[in-house]
């Protein structure tokens, strides 16, 4: 076999996962470790060296084959010199990622946030295939995102494109404050963590909806008891959809992207969460930027991450 | 002199001006003449082609030196394929402009839309020089907009990116409907006729206002109201305002550019309107994405359209 193969990294607070694909974005095998957060950044960047040798040698390529190896993580992140400025679930402040993979490993090394990476590997080899200008949407407990322009990831002057959890979108007569600061972000009302707020300020007002049965209320009881419909749970998935359109119907008319891609755990909720975000965004899209723009749900689910970051190296 | 020149065409309902400019952006020379677009399209497509050959004779360079040709008109293009699909001013339908100008010229034509063409030029040689990636808004009688990214326009998948006067950014407790089907439009508060309306609107009221004086009421009334400390004029120019730096929130958060460059007519009001705009733009603005953004007006003038669709063919 003399084609190339790129590994990609998924460096989460607990796990990393590592994965070889192909120059067409398949993702041919993969490899899940624990981080070991706590023994500190040389440890950890050790151990995904470690996790990428060991990927290669159980498959059948060779390390020759391996052109480039992509990391994503969450943090704030110098892309252009690999440097991890303040990641807040490593705790790590300052590391030289690129760098010392780089030494570890002799092979060249991108680093990327986990946000943009994810949005790369649905543009490369998911939902977003084959359409140059995509932007990616991932509903989690925050609301995430990233944005690719001519099929590469688009960093914004300080690195901040795409941070679509903080548009202002919520108007101030209904804005609560958000954990960035502001006031008004749309991952006030559109993540797990905004429509959990939701449905228990509902139950606490004494309303009256079957979510009042739940102790700990999650993302999907809303949704489970809105598919029953408990018009509460309705309004606040109804309210979660209409911003998430809202800010798509901005974002058309700024980018004018052909595809949206929605992905993260709430994205599950699947129609009842996508036929009311479409309704908005066509309500408040004039014509002309709207006609065959689609919002789709994102297909790799967890591997976007591993997929994307193995792109870092090719796109 | 060998130099490469290149001819910018701002084609307006009234009149053409078409100019001369060097590699580096520097307008030499222009020309103005009528459209005469009650003639048609053929006819107007003529002397646009005489204007450009009279500019050069009249000028010290040679015909030789012309390297391409913009033009710059108001109305949904084909850009690709340098078609004016409709063209509200001129009352154009499907005219194959690029075509017909390399006829008639002999050398290369591209053709953009208006306030993409004004956006390329502050981009080039204008407010926004030296900066890659700038998001420029042309405020007259409605919005315009344009994005610059890797200092080359960014036309998204509709070529409707950078149509900011049609971002639904009015909540609908508020807002009205716009000219264009939506409702809450940019354009709807922050052109010249959306700050008319809503100073008419204050005087049929009946608000104690010194707008009441005006018969016919203009932009620049309510600007110099405002400046004299009349309540209601500054209410309504910090409304206008406030729409704008919301709306450079949201592409802050999307595209997160360098630099905002306010052009247009209303823009001259000067800092009665750019320091309400930073204020609302901070506010809205996670201080990570808004650090080193700058909100700056303007400074080509009329001259940006001419200089821009001269870009056209080098950037």
Not at 124 to 141: D, F, M, Q, S
Not at 158 to 172: C, F, K, R, S, T
Not at 179 to 189: A, D, I, S, W
């Amino acid at each position: 076999m003399s084609n190339q193969i790129y590994i990609g990294v998924d460096l989460g607070g607990t796990n990393i996962k590592v994965g070889i694909c192909d120059e067409q974005g398949n993702l041919l095998h993969t490899y899940e470790g624990p981080t070991g957060a706590e023994e500190g950044p040389d440890a950890v960047l050790g151990r995904i060296a470690q996790y990428v040798r060991k990927i290669v040698e159980d498959s059948p390529y060779e390390w020759e084959q391996v052109a480039g190896i992509g990391a994503g993580l969450a943090g704030f992140l110098d892309i252009q010199e690999g440097v991890v400025k303040f990641s807040p679930n490593l705790q790590w402040r300052n590391v030289e990622a690129k760098r010392t993979l780089e030494a570890l490993l002799g092979k060249p090394v991108k680093i990327d946030n986990d946000a943009n990476v994810a949005a790369l590997g649905e543009a490369w080899a998911g939902a977003g295939a084959g359409v140059p200008n995509i932007v990616c949407y991932t509903l989690g407990t925050g609301v995430g995102g990233g944005i690719i322009i001519n099929g590469k990831i688009y960093q914004g002057s300080n690195g901040m494109a795409g941070e679509l959890g903080h548009m202002a979108i919520v108007p101030d007569i209904e804005a609560i404050n958000c954990g960035c600061g502001q006031v008004g972000c749309l991952e006030t009302v559109s993540s797990a963590t905004g429509i959990i707020r939701m449905a228990k300020e509902a139950v606490e007002r004494g309303e009256h909806t079957s979510l009042a049965l739940h102790e700990n209320m999650e993302a999907k009881h809303v949704f489970d008891a809105a598919k029953s419909g408990d018009e509460v749970a309705l309004r606040i998935v109804n309210r979660a959809a209409y911003y998430l359109g809202r800010s798509m119907a901005s974002i058309s008319i700024v980018l004018n992207p052909k595809r949206f891609v929605i992905g993260g755990g709430v994205s599950k909720a699947g129609e009842i969460l996508f036929a009311p975000i479409r309704e908005t965004f066509k309500k408040y899209t004039p014509e002309v930027a709207a006609e065959g723009v689609e919002i789709v749900a994102a297909t790799l689910g967890n591997d976007a991450g591993v997929v994307g970051a193995a792109g870092l190296n090719l796109r």
